[in-house]
Nanobody
Framework: QVQLVESGGGLVQAGGSLRLSCAASGRTFSNYAVVWFRQAPGKEREFVAGVSCTSLRTCYGKHTDSVKGRFTISRDNAKNTVPLQMDSLELEDTAVYYC????????????????WGQGTQVTVSS
């Protein structure tokens, strides 16, 4: 089992940057694919980015031509963390950001993920 805690959210002006972090407990974290989802008010939770166990594969949400190139996901298995670097933030990036994990291959399907953090709020202002 793994427990996830997100941090790094906050208020930032459009064009600014934030670095979110997903910290995991558990010795076998390196066996888990980890993803970031986000949920804006009144909208469904949507996939943002994901990274496989060995970091050989990363992917970004298909809706997100706007995210790819601005957001970068990585992982540090030695520290049990998965950062999400977010640059050139836009108003539309305002949402609660969640990390999730599964002990299996990386997917973009929200229903595939067994473990979730509590979320961290990101607010982008004009």
């Amino acid at each position: 089992q793994v427990q996830l805690v997100e941090s790094g959210g906050g208020l930032v002006q459009a064009g600014g940057s934030l670095r979110l972090s997903c910290a995991a407990s558990g010795r076998t974290f390196s066996n888990y694919a980890v993803v970031w989802f986000r949920q804006a008010p009144g909208k469904e939770r949507e996939f943002v980015a994901g990274v496989s166990c060995t970091s050989l594969r990363t992917c970004y949400g298909k809706h997100t031509d706007s995210v790819k190139g601005r957001f970068t996901i990585s992982r540090d298995n030695a520290k049990n963390t998965v950062p999400l670097q977010m640059d050139s933030l836009e108003l539309e990036d305002t949402a609660v950001y969640y990390c999730a994990a599964r002990r299996a291959a990386l997917t973009e399907n929200i229903d595939d993920y067994d473990y979730w953090g509590q979320g961290t709020q990101v607010t982008v202002s004009s």
